[in-house]
T-cell receptor, first 114, second 111 residues
Framework: AQSVTQPDIHITVSEGASLELRCNYS??????LFWYVQSPGQGLQLLLK??????LVQGIKGFEAEFKRSQSSFNLRKPSVHWSDAAEYFC????????????FGTGTRLQVFP | DTEVTQTPKHLVMGMTNKKSLKCEQH?????MYWYKQKAKKPPELMFV???????INESVPSRFSPECPNSSLLNLHLHALQPEDSALYLC??????????FGQGTRLTVV
């Protein structure tokens, strides 16, 4: 079965510092990969997605992610974090047999200090 | 219009009550979803409707009853819930092989 692992439960960075959130997936084929962000008590907002093609994808709010097949990873990056980026970040993969079904990682909570 | 709208935003209900959560999208998406999210956990899929037909039911208890009256609307009828059903209920919509767009959720408290 497909699975998604986010190894870091909680990350703290200073405002202006760079950020990398890790995501590893278990999958038998090229997956559909997503990063979502969730502020407390809110819904999920899509940051970016990867389906095929260029392995470096650009998203909203200055985020990017790189698909690395050899490492089964889809890490999220941002060169300079803003205080408003503090939120929960979820990596997700579309299930092979049914792409309507998203499998979410357990999430990484990002805290930003001034 | 790129929004998924959920009502109400907050709901408190007793264990003997009947209530409904509503979700609406006007993006022409053919799939609509209900997710349940407990605190500090990822969303868990409950139901998927594809072309107004129930295509996935993730073994959800019968006290949760989904309904898709048309391609833009999705309801979740609630009856005889338990306190452990308290959670954030998220609606989403999407097309096949693309991303899902989420609403802001309904915060449900069962007392």
């Amino acid at each position: 079965a497909q699975s998604v692992t986010q190894p870091d439960i909680h990350i703290t960075v200073s405002e202006g510092a760079s950020l990398e959130l890790r995501c590893n997936y278990s999958y038998g084929a090229t997956p559909y990969l997503f990063w979502y962000v969730q502020s407390p008590g809110q819904g999920l907002q899509l940051l970016l997605k990867y389906f095929s093609g260029d392995t470096l994808v650009q998203g909203i709010k200055g985020f990017e992610a790189e698909f690395k097949r050899s490492q089964s990873s889809f890490n999220l990056r941002k060169p300079s974090v803003h205080w408003s980026d503090a939120a929960e970040y979820f990596c997700a993969v579309g299930e092979l047999q049914n792409t309507d079904k998203l499998i979410f990682g357990t999430g990484t909570r990002l805290q930003v200090f001034p | 219009d790129t929004e998924v709208t959920q009502t109400p935003k907050h709901l408190v209900m007793g264990m003997t009550n009947k209530k409904s959560l509503k979700c609406e999208q006007h993006m022409g998406h053919r799939a609509m979803y209900w997710y349940k999210q407990k605190a500090k956990k990822p969303p868990e899929l409950m139901f998927v409707y594809s072309y107004e037909k129930l295509s996935i039911n993730e073994s959800v208890p019968s006290r949760f009853s989904p309904e898709c009256p048309n391609s833009s609307l999705l309801n979740l009828h609630l009856h005889a819930l338990q306190p452990e059903d308290s959670a954030l209920y998220l609606c989403a919509s999407g097309q096949m092989n693309t991303e899902a767009f989420f609403g802001q959720g309904t915060r449900l408290t069962v007392v």
